[in-house]
């Protein structure tokens, strides 16, 4: 059984920093693609950063362009989001996804993704 498991998230200050971890397991393939995506009260869910597996090549949303890393360790099997100069609008529930393969040219769909973690709350206060 495949498991996403989110670490790492909480309360913090405008400005602060926060490195969330994402933890997968119980997959025999490759995933080519690993996501962070959010959801904030009321909102959508949408794409926030995203990573190709094999080439470690990246995307993010513009909305935090130059202030999230997304990274891995590929021996570790762990993929994280390095959160800098947070703001309140980045507040809400972080989400894992992972998927064998994309359909489309976009990886920050989140129907792009077929397995997701259960999340984990990020709160930035002003």
């Known amino acids: 059984q495949v498991q996403l498991v989110e670490s790492g998230g909480g309360s913090v200050q405008a400005g602060g920093s926060l490195r969330l971890s994402c933890a997968a397991s119980g997959y025999s393939g490759i995933f080519t693609h690993v996501g962070w995506f959010r959801q904030a009260p009321g909102k959508e869910r949408e794409g926030v950063a995203a990573i190709r597996t094999d080439f470690g090549r990246t995307v993010y949303a513009d909305s935090v362009k130059g202030r999230f890393t997304i990274s891995q360790d590929n021996a570790k099997k762990l993929v994280y989001l390095q959160m800098n100069s947070l703001k309140p609008e980045d507040t809400g529930i972080y989400y894992c996804?992972?998927?064998?393969?994309?359909?489309?040219?976009?990886?920050?769909?989140?129907?792009?993704?077929?397995?997701w973690g259960q999340g984990t709350q990020v709160t930035v206060s002003s």
């Open positions: 996804a992972a998927t064998p393969y994309l359909t489309g040219p976009s990886a920050l769909r989140t129907a792009e993704y077929n397995y």
